[in-house]
């Protein structure tokens, strides 16, 4: 299908028993971007705080795209407003209408699904905007103007602030400390994470502000970088090796990433985690052999356990105008073997560049082992980092809204057909591994 050239951003807006209308609708603007809309709308009278973007209608080429915004109650908005019950009167499409039914419920009760993240809860806004500004004037900054969202989804919500002194930036993480017995959860390491980095690798990762690791929050400066998606003309080699240095830095350091709160994902728990998906997948537990073989070799090879990004495709790294390569957004970083990032890397890019870019992150471990040890780690990281992808994939569609998980169960999904296409070459080259033997 064709990629929608427009979209057209639909508002809901609770208030005073209904939801703001604009005539014989909800407010709705077309604009070319979120910051776009969200001020195109306060000319509607939605001058609340957003929670999040809620539904999502394909378009095509001719017909735009749309999508619903949620906001928390304008409590000072002089826009007229349509009663809960008479909702399905309104000229709006049957998703729309259905989620907005949904909205007029939770506005009712107070009653809000657990797994809904803190941003997208109203009363948020305040104290995370408040921390902001508190946190920029700290560092020695001039606001200028108001925080602004920059985007808000399933797993962080991301404000922008201007000041005298450059543009800083504000992300919520996904997730929920440790309390009681349980564990953290989801990404709530990433703040201190991200601030252990920034004191040890200085301009190579985001410049960290603040951190506020019992919300989870942090504020870094504009990183002023063009990501790697985006430079298409250019090599992306230097992309890697930068990856490489940055593990290299931590590799044997488990203590001190354990000591932030990063999640251990060597091969071995990789590969009791491949246990659990086989328990309803026949493929998958027929290849449960292999995978404890390949798991093994590389959880003892030469290569020591290090840092994992997690998610490291061409959008997580970008080049400043001054050459430095900044690798950012470490959500997902755990304790695992380091060659696991790079297939996530890979698959964005054309297959001709592959060979090249493989060959230039192995180089930088040319003093662990030599070059057809390493060769040999690689490949077989390149089977286990699919399986790696499908884990996570399956963990975020567990831990998110019912509304929210479909990316993610379709990227497991994907993440799976790439593992068995990379398990079939493995034992193509391998026929020992083959079941049954060669």
Known sequence: MPEPTRTRYLALAPHRGGLITAGTTVPTVEAPDLGSALTALRGHGVDAPL?????????????????????????????????????????????????????AEEHRTGVIPHQRPTWARPGWHHAFVTWMRDAAAAAGATTVGDPRPVQHWALSAVWRLDTGEGAFYAKAIYGHPAHDDAPAHGF????????LLSTE???????????????????????????????????????????????RHWAGRTADLTAV????????????????????????AEALPTIHRLCERLEHGPIPLSLMHGDYHDQNV????????VAYDWSDGAIGHPFLDVGVFLHRRAETERADLAAAYRDRWRDYADAIALRDLFDIASVLSCLNQVVTSRDLAAGVEPDDRDPFVRGQAHALSLFFAALDEWRAAHPEDRPGGP
């Open 188 to 195: 709530w390491h990433e703040p201190a994470l991200t601030s």
């Open 51 to 103: 929670l999040r973007p809620s539904v999502s209608i394909p378009g095509d080429d001719t017909t735009p795209r749309v999508v619903v915004l949620e906001f928390d109650t304008a409590e000072h908005s002089d826009a007229p407003t349509v009663p809960f019950e008479n909702l399905p009167d309104l000229d709006l499409p049957a998703p729309v209408t259905d989620r907005a039914l949904q909205l």
């Open 261 to 284: 709160g990063c999640p251990d994902r060597r091969p071995s728990i990789l590969y009791e985690q491949a246990r659990e998906l086989a328990s309803d997948d026949d493929a998958l």
């Open 201 to 247: 690798h200085g301009q190579g990762v985001p410049e960290t502000v603040a951190v506020d690791t019992d919300r989870g929050w942090i504020l870094m400066r504009d990183m002023r970088v063009t990501t790697f998606g985006d430079r298409t003309d250019e090599p992306a080699a230097p992309a890697l090796t930068a990856l490489a240095d940055i593990q």
């Open 318 to 325: 970008g080049v400043r105008d001054d050459g430095v390569v």
